[in-house]
DNA sequence: TCTGGGGTCCTAGGACCC
DNA sequence: TCTGGGGTCCTAGGACCC
């Protein structure tokens, strides 16, 4: 019988600043996004002082202070190569493995029954060997379902009498961690949803598992329905559903500086558009569309946003296409005088590059081209190669006051042991 | 001095066309 | 003369997640 489990970074991003910097392990400590503009990432430590998340920075600056909170600007560099790590030790427990965000993964286990002890026992093995290889701190939950592998994954870390494991495997403990559960704590329901849902009389997980599917779905549509039937381990969310590839790819960024030249403003747009390439192309899709927008900031006396699609003749994963691509919209999107503050671009029509139609009139493209270049970034590292019409130093580059050195990818930040 | 994240998916509504 | 359905595309915004 099938099994899934979620495995996830507890505080993950303010969890990996205490791994190089053993000073801060016992202190409250709290993760900026990009600009240092809100809050993230918060410790267990500062958690329990009442430290909000996603709030902007210089509103809670004050608590912060108060509590001599150590805080830190978002280090990608370091989190994506500890995260890496920490995926390659979940992966080794499962044949079968799926990377869910930069700090957690579910995991497909098919007929383990026969060959494992018990499933609490195989979680904490896991916990142990990323905390022993990576010093990350992870929960681990299992389920007959992913909404329920994730429920369990909550429970994991949040209930009172919680180690890090949690199972549900019978209907006991299904009701047992179900019924401690907020409303807005199952996967799929946010803020509203529970809201609307609380009108109703509901108050925990196991209250909505006990609705009616039919008549969530009449009320709150198709996703809730599926939802509910998930809590009740009918499987509705396939393991092909969580792997199938994006259908929309978006790269967008607050600018640490305002972008006040045409120059400048390509340089940012282009920079997204390879992104945005390149993350099309490992997922083997080619991009027929294009938005490209950029605005002031909504908080501006005079806010101004504008966007346009590009439409490619034929779908595309080259970034040259996607460069002259920006370099025509560019024209009409940059307006002298205006401050840009965000700027992105996103492919909203995606196809398979696998079953590709071909144009008659149109000659196909080599692929060479782009898979060598692939290679030569897998290879050498991000940023080897580089279009002219990239940005490689941005003069615009966001705020990072609180920075931590790039311990892992870095010769220069290599962490020194003074004897 | 100024500061307000980033990503994906879905839907409603308007514009346009046949 | 006046009225009208249905499809597609685009845009904006909501909802959710991390």
Known sequence: ME???LTDATGCFASIEKIYEPSIRFRPVVVLS???????????????LGIPKFQPY?????LLDKYHVVVRSSNYELYGDISDKMMSVIARFSDN???YSIDEAFSCFN???????????????????????????VGVGFGRTLTLAKAANHASKKLADSDGVAVIDDDHSRKLILQQMKLDDVWGVGKRLSQRLSLLGLKTG???????????????????????EELNGVRCLSWDDV????????????????????????????????????????????????????SSSPYDERYFKKGIMYDFPRATDNICHLSSAIAQVTNTLFIEGVAYYRCG?????????????????????NPALMNCYSLINQRFGRGTLLLASEANKEKWAMRREFLSPRYTTRWSDIPVIRC
């Open 206 to 228: 196991y209250d909505l598992a006990n609705r009616s599917p039919k008549s969530i779905r009449q009320q709150f549509g198709v996703t809730l329905e599926r939802t509910v």
């Open 97 to 99: 493995t799926y990377q």
């Open 34 to 48: 990009n600009n240092d503009g809100c809050i993230i990432a918060i410790c267990p430590i500062a958690k329990k």
């Open 243 to 294: 792997k199938s590839p994006k259908k929309e790819i978006f790269s967008t960024r607050s600018l640490g500086q305002r972008i006040v030249k045409f120059v400048d403003l390509r340089k940012a747009l282009t920079t997204h558009a390879v992104k945005v390439g390149n993350k099309a192309r490992q997922q083997h899709s080619l991009i027929k569309k294009l938005y490209i927008f950029a």
């Open 3 to 5: 099994m899934f489990s």
């Open 111 to 137: 007929n383990y029954e026969g060959i494992l002890k018990d499933w609490y026992t195989y979680g904490h093995e896991m916990r142990r060997a990323v905390w022993r290889e990576v010093r990350m701190p």
């Open 58 to 62: 210089f509103k809670v600056k004050h």
């Open 345 to 365: 671009v996103g492919a909203i029509e995606l196809e398979s590059s696998d079953f590709q139609q071909q144009d008659l009139f149109i000659p196909p493209v």
